[in-house]
């Protein structure tokens, strides 16, 4: 997308004109050279993403599940556990009386709890991921308000500064006139009341603007330079969408619910245990040593509570998720389709102020050239100005709006900055 120019007025600022340069659209060799002075959008992402809480837990978060799901296709729910004992009366009659015992207690799945186990992992690790990107989208969403804040408060510092500079030059102009009789004082004192009003206009954008900036350093941990490109994202292809990482991540979420359901409604009572021992035992001094094994199996007994507290709560984590799934869909279409007429309005809009601002260019030009032949009165020329000056604040207005349309639109859909 190409923007327009401007319209032309006379007694513009320097930063002004700059400005318009740059939604007009500079050649490829300043854009570089602008570029490598500043940051984009996708840049200032990256430095945000990269101070996030997700981003710095995924990896562990990821080992976290990969352990788990080596864990759930072990052989046993548990590691095995080695037991010794030793039997002696030694300190009683000391007749020689010796056992010594060594076995292993091996915990064993319950029927159809490995498989399920393994899902549940399975599950989480997709989770991990889908949880990642819906951060992802979230902290562009803040990226992307901030980003357009910015360059909305530099557009208005901007003008406010061309303004102050149009009204000094014309208040310059009405004092050698008032010097040479041919106004008189009260238009004088309108002239500098003029000069007052957008002096005051001009700091105050400045302090906005500051304050834009600001938050947006504070947001992406660096120093931000003021000249940041203002070029539009991309229009998103809306032929082939990719399903939305907000409602990824919350169907992954009832997803490990549901597995997770699954595998509670097996785990009725604890791990049964096999054990296997070695005995070598004897009665007393001079006789041999002999030797036997055992085999046994521990099978705790179930807990029905314990149990039900189980499924219960994987049931209402699995009953939130698909609540929200439903509710949160409604909301992205809404919020979609909400986009969409935004930027198709925002683009009429700057249409229209564009033919507005160079109407009220070529107005400015003429009672400029009538007050200067003493064809209009001041009055009137401080009107057409402001009117001008308005023209061109919509106009810029909505080049940004436009801009941060198609931002959202790429938000709604979903979309990382590129």
């Known amino acids: 997308m190409t923007f ?49 809480p997700e981003a710095r837990s995924a990896a562990v978060r990821r080992d976290a599940t990969s352990a788990r799901l080596e864990a759930a296709q072990s052989w046993t729910p548990e590691p095995a556990a080695l037991e ?124 906005l603007q500051a304050q834009a900036l600001q938050t947006l350093q504070a947001l992406v941990g660096v120093g931000v ?37 699954a595998l509670a409604s097996v785990q009725r009572r604890a791990n049964p245990e096999l054990a296997l021992a070695l005995t070598r035992e004897r009665d007393g001094f001079g006789e041999a040593y002999g030797r036997s094994i055992t085999v046994g199996v521990r099978i705790p007994l179930g807990s029905d509570s314990r149990h039900r507290a189980r499924v219960a709560a994987a049931s209402a984590e699995q009953i939130e998720a698909e609540s929200l799934l439903g509710v949160e869909q409604q909301r992205l279409q809404g919020e979609l389709a909400a986009a969409r007429a935004r930027v198709d309005g925002a ?30 009165d001041l009055p009137t020329r401080l009107r057409v100005e402001l009117e001008a000056f308005e023209a061109e604040r919509s106009q810029a207005r909505a080049r940004i709006e436009l801009a941060q349309a198609l931002s959202q639109w790429r938000q709604a859909m979903g979309l990382l900055p590129e």
């Open 347 to 376: 683009r009429e809009v700057v249409e229209a102020a564009a033919q507005r601002a160079a109407l009220a260019g070529q107005t400015r030009g003429f009672f400029d050239k009538a007050f200067r032949l003493g064809e209009a």
């Open 4 to 52: 327009g120019p401007w319209g032309r007025g006379a007694g513009r600022s320097a930063s002004a004109l700059a400005l318009a340069v740059l939604l007009a659209g500079v050649p490829a060799h300043a854009q570089d050279t602008a570029a490598s002075s500043s940051i984009t959008l996708r840049q200032a992402f990256e430095s945000v993403w990269q101070r996030q």
């Open 84 to 207: 010794v004992s030793a039997r002696s009366d030694r300190p009683v009659r000391n007749n020689g009386q010796r056992e010594y015992e060594a076995g292993v207690a091996v915990p064993l799945w319950l029927p159809g709890e490995r498989g399920r186990a393994q899902a549940v992992a399975e599950a989480e690790r997709q989770a991990v991921d889908s949880r990642v990107l819906a951060a992802q989208l979230r902290v562009a969403g803040e990226v992307r308000e901030a980003w357009w804040s910015v360059h909305r408060a530099r557009l208005e510092a901007d003008l406010a500064r061309a303004r102050l500079a149009n009204a000094q030059q014309l208040a310059a102009d009405v004092a050698r006139r008032v010097a040479a009789g041919d106004l008189s004082r009260a238009d004088q004192h309108q002239a500098e009341g003029a000069v007052a009003a957008a002096r005051a206009a001009a700091a105050e954008a400045s302090a």
């Open 225 to 261: 330079s003021q000249t940041l490109p203002d070029t539009p994202e991309a229009v998103p292809a809306t032929t082939a969408q990719l399903p939305h990482p907000l409602l990824v991540e919350l169907q992954d979420r009832a997803e490990v619910a549901r597995r997770s359901q």
